[in-house]
């Protein structure tokens, strides 16, 4: 008996301690990847410094004239890439995950991004971002723990990573960068915490601080006391030409809209515009529509008003030709997918563009 007692405590205890390790294996995940963004921000810094350093041309990503100043923001059509700063993390996170929800939904996490800079280089001019809100910081991590792994787990630095490219590359399409406030599974991280209205003001001073006179902001667009929504629907959006080298932050539609609207209900301090989802009266902020469904004659709907829209061309990464023909007919001007040029797991061939060739189109009249 006591023979058998003392080896049940030895499983026992190996099974804690193997569980511990491989708790503090997925922590340092993040550890790593913090040294490897900040190494790759020194990185940058040189490489923008060095002589042999020339800006990419723009018109190579482009199947229309850039000086044209008849194009609208919402004339265009440009490929997103989802969950924009992901990796891949390790094999044991996704197992748990399969344990927690399903293995469908693990082997769907099993896909990462290069960095931003690569993919800005590559022509992607749209982001999706899932921020965290984490010791009084905002990080980037897809899941807490057994799904973290990521090209910029700080959010500061990312925007120092934006900066530097915008500032170095001379006439780029404007930056679209969808932040998703994220707050599930906030048990697999005691340090991360839910947002509140001082968390999004220190949010926003952050974007103003980094992006610098590249942001394109709300207050940039309100005239007199019409309200957002008038202004984009009875004048539209500015031409391509002025926002040129401009960066734009739009805040996923979610619980947090209210919160962070009565911060100014005129929008004349918000960094971000703040997205909607589709109902018959739009809230005076509309500006920025998700639709995840293709759905042709709603988006087609919210297009003809001049909203933007964005909606997702694939899911599960898995191609659907139809489904990204019909994305395209929709003339959402954000098209997400996650089979972009911004993988570095994916082959040449698999790389979804537009017209075949280019990665921003101008809609077809």
């Known amino acids: 008996m006591k023979k058998t007692i003392i080896i ?8 804690v301690l193997l569980f511990g390790l491989i708790v503090l294996r997925l922590f340092l995940v993040r550890v790593f990847d913090i040294n490897a963004q900040e190494k790759h ?8 410094d060095s002589s042999d350093y020339q800006s990419i041309d723009e018109n190579q990503f482009v199947n229309f004239d850039l000086d044209d100043e008849t194009i609208r923001l919402n ?24 344990l927690g929800d399903s293995f469908e939904e693990a082997r769907a996490l099993n896909y990462g991004y290069k960095n931003i800079t690569e993919q800005l280089e590559a022509g992607v001019r749209s982001f999706e971002l899932d921020v965290r809100y984490r010791n009084q910081s905002f990080e980037l991590t897809h899941v807490p723990l057994v799904d973290s792994s990521s090209q910029a787990v700080s959010f500061e ?36 915490e839910k947002m509140d209205q001082e968390a999004f003001i220190l949010f926003d001073e952050l974007i103003k601080e980094q992006i610098k006179d590249h942001l394109f902001q709300p207050s940039d667009m309100l005239i ?9 629907m009875n004048q539209g959006w500015p031409s391509l ?8 932050f739009v805040m996923h539609p979610d ?11 005129s929008l004349s301090s918000q960094a971000m515009f703040i997205g909607s989802y589709y109902s018959e009266n739009p809230e005076e902020y509309a500006s920025f529509f998700v639709q995840n469904d293709v759905d042709i004659d709603l988006i087609k709907t919210l297009v003809d008003q001049n909203y933007m829209v964005r909606t997702r061309m694939d899911t599960q990464l898995i191609f659907d030709e139809q489904r990204y023909l019909d994305a395209i007919e929709s003339g959402a001007q954000i098209l997400t997918t996650d089979l972009s040029i911004g993988r570095f797991d994916l082959d040449v061939s698999d790389y979804i563009y537009l017209n075949s060739e280019f990665m921003i189109v101008k809609k077809e009249d």
């Open 8 to 15: 049940t405590l030895i499983a026992i205890l190996s099974i």
């Open 41 to 48: 921000i020194k990185q940058l810094k040189t490489y923008y």
């Open 75 to 98: 004339d265009i059509q440009m490929i997103a890439s989802h969950n924009s700063y992901k990796k891949i993390g390790p094999a044991i996170g996704r197992f748990f995950v399969g």
């Open 157 to 192: 630095l990312l925007l120092e990573e934006i900066y530097l490219f915008s500032s170095h590359q001379t006439g780029h399409i404007p930056i679209i960068i969808l932040l998703e406030i994220k707050d599930d599974w906030m048990i697999l991280d005691p340090q991360l």
């Open 224 to 232: 007199g006391d019409d309200t957002l929504k008038e202004i984009i």
């Open 241 to 248: 030409t002025e926002l040129l080298n401009k960066v734009i």
């Open 255 to 265: 619980s947090y809209n209210q919160i962070y609207f009565d911060i100014d209900d």
